[in-house]
């Protein structure tokens, strides 16, 4: 019952026809990315690159690339996962007690790891500019491991029960990385590493750290789980795959997995950081050059037969989405017991997850009231904002359950609910200075930003409009204005030209022009936006530029506004500047040429014919 190592999930998915193997010389760099994102996107099968430039491993891509196929790669073990969530097992009880779990019987005992004296990962070794090169976009700083699973333990001990398993980038080559001896470790805010590195230092010494590559599926996944405190990622794997996870280990080192494909292990300094990055990332930008921690390798493991699994990332949908909707399909009947009084919450793929969440939440704080304003939604908003990943988000749109409320997976429905109660005086919270994503560049600085909860509650006050009012008169250089969807309109602005962090007179002077009454304000959403054709030929569009391209605390404006015991609003509609700016980093554009290339592989006769 579920597959042991990559070697068995690539004949299964053969086998039923879910994979297709490339026999062409592909080059990683570059092309294979490429060639995984044009089959991603048309909902078409794995891939095995066979016969890999400049590297004797061959290389497995879009492997969780539908959410169907990764439904498919863990059929025997949904089940009991949906019954753990059923019951609302908690993870540290289960640990403690797996024989107990009623219904749930041997398949406990997959929470728990096995040691085991040898396996196949130590029968071979190699050397870092061996691996596969992946380079998945032009301006790349080199080449990156896309699917790592990082671990590390807690300096103070505690063995795998102080464990943390997490998907944190790796740069292999590039910048000043001393070649085959070191590589980068680009982890972001919020993540689990942090505390080993923090105790780390703290104790002024290096932290041991083996890198995953490969093995079972179940792994990968693991990786990118949101866990609650309590359950070891290393557990999660175990139950999800449907075995334990068998786990060796040298002298002096971390465990390893024994099915793992490739194993680099190492230590992170305490103190010493390289410049790592560029790399093109998947809020569909690049993330820059930034000083981060540095891996001292010792060693490469792989196995036998070794196969290489890589992803690409960039402006979504990409293949992160169907991992972001199978976490979501395992998941989200758990949050109200995580967060009280919230019904459901949804991280918006389009707009790159973390700069916009979507919420529902309850209203009981005075059910007698006539009219309902937002009050405990205000509170669950905080807790929210207070949880684990989810506090990266950047704008929080929240919801009471009320009669009429749309599913929250449905944006557009859900931004019209928001739109048409929304009190622009009484409904905006803003976080000034605040921590946001590492990979946003629309804040202050790194890891600095600001946050806006924009809470809706009651019954409708506004009809959205949907047509342009007539006779509309706006300032010089501003124009081609365009209706994105009810109630929400575009408008070209002037290049962006104010310093980061500092909000645009040019924008002020426009809203304080435009008269509270005026019928541009029937519109209670405007944008500010370099091209109001592309914001408004889709819905996607307007997501993923609108927030990925601005800081609520510097880009956010307002006609009529008002400031009231420090708590700023508007009478007219709220603006949002979501114009391209000096300080962002500049966004994934493909190359032409190589997709030519491409193309030619989907010819009549080639492997990719009728899939692209």
Not at 132 to 138: A, I, K, N, T, Y
Not at 384 to 413: C, F, R, T, W
């Amino acid at each position: 019952m579920g597959y042991r190592n990559l070697q068995e999930t690539v004949a299964d998915l053969e086998r039923h026809g879910r994979l297709i193997r490339i026999e062409q010389e592909i080059d990683p760099r570059l092309e294979a990315g490429a060639i995984q994102r044009r089959v991603y996107a048309a909902g078409g099968p794995a891939l095995l690159f066979t016969r890999v430039k400049g590297c004797s491993f061959p290389m497995l891509g879009n492997l969780f690339g539908t959410l169907e196929r990764t439904r498919f790669l863990f059929r025997d073990t949904l089940p009991v996962i949906e019954k753990m969530v059923t019951c609302k097992l908690n993870p540290a009880s289960v640990l403690k007690n797996p024989f107990k779990l009623p219904g749930l019987g041997l398949a406990a005992l997959n929470l728990l790891p096995k040691k085991i004296g040898n396996g196949p990962i130590l029968e071979q070794q190699t050397t870092v500019d061996a691996l596969p090169q992946l380079v998945s976009w032009p301006d790349d700083g080199g080449a990156f491991i896309t699917l790592p699973q990082v671990y590390t333990e807690h300096p103070d001990g505690g063995g795998f029960k102080q464990s943390n398993l997490g998907m944190y980038r790796v740069q292999l080559s590039g910048n000043d990385y001393e070649q085959n001896r070191e590589v980068g470790l680009h982890y972001q805010i919020h993540r689990g590493i942090g505390v080993h590195h923090a105790a780390a230092v703290a104790a002024g010494k290096p932290l041991p750290v083996n890198i995953f590559v490969g093995g079972p599926p179940s792994m990968t996944v693991a990786a990118v789980m949101p866990l609650p405190e309590g359950m070891p990622e290393l557990s999660f794997a175990g139950l999800l795959g449907g075995h334990r996870i068998g786990m060796v280990s040298q002298p002096g080192q971390l465990p390893i997995p024994a099915e793992a494909d490739f194993c680099l292990v190492g230590t992170i300094d305490p103190h010493a950081t390289r410049p790592e990055g560029p790399f093109g990332d998947h809020l569909g930008y690049y993330s820059l050059k930034h000083d981060f921690p540095v891996v001292k390798v010792e060693q490469v493991y792989h196995r036998p037969g070794a196969i290489w699994p890589f992803t690409t990332v960039g402006r979504p949908p990409q293949e992160d989405t169907s991992f972001g909707a199978f976490i979501h399909e395992l998941t989200g009947e758990l949050i109200p017991d995580f967060l009280p009084g919230v019904r459901a919450v949804h991280a918006v793929d389009a707009a790159g997850v973390h700069p916009l969440l979507l919420a529902i939440g309850s209203e009981r704080y005075t059910p007698y009231d006539e009219q309902q304003e937002p009050k405990e939604i205000l509170t669950q908003a905080s807790a929210i904002l207070g949880n684990g990943q989810l506090s990266l988000a950047k704008y929080l749109l929240i919801a009471a359950e009320e009669e009429g409320v749309p599913d929250i997976h449905d944006v557009p429905a859900f931004f019209r609910y928001i739109l048409e109660r929304v009190d622009w005086r009484r409904d905006l919270h803003f976080s000034t200075r605040t921590t946001i994503d590492t990979l946003d560049y629309s804040g202050h600085a790194l890891n600095l930003g600001s946050k806006l909860v924009i809470a809706a509650a009651g019954s409708k006050v506004r009809e959205l409009p949907m047509q342009l009012p007539d006779n509309l008169d706006l300032s010089d250089g501003f124009d081609k204005p365009r209706v994105v969807a009810p109630g929400i309109l575009a408008i070209c602005a002037p290049p962006a030209t104010s310093p980061r962090g500092e909000s645009d007179p040019a924008i002020e002077k426009l809203c304080a022009a435009i008269p509270v009454d005026a019928p541009l304000n029937r519109f209670p959403l405007l944008l500010l936006v370099d091209d109001s054709e592309f914001i408004a030929a889709d819905f996607d569009n307007f997501l993923w530029a609108v927030f990925t391209r601005s800081n609520p605390a510097t880009d956010v404006y307002g006609i009529g506004t008002e400031l009231h015991a420090k708590h700023w609003g508007c009478r007219g509609a709220l603006v949002i500047d979501a114009r391209s700016k000096a300080h962002h980093a500049p966004p994934l554009i493909d190359d032409p040429e190589l997709e030519k290339r491409v193309d030619a592989l989907g010819a009549k006769g080639q492997p990719l014919s009728g899939i692209i």
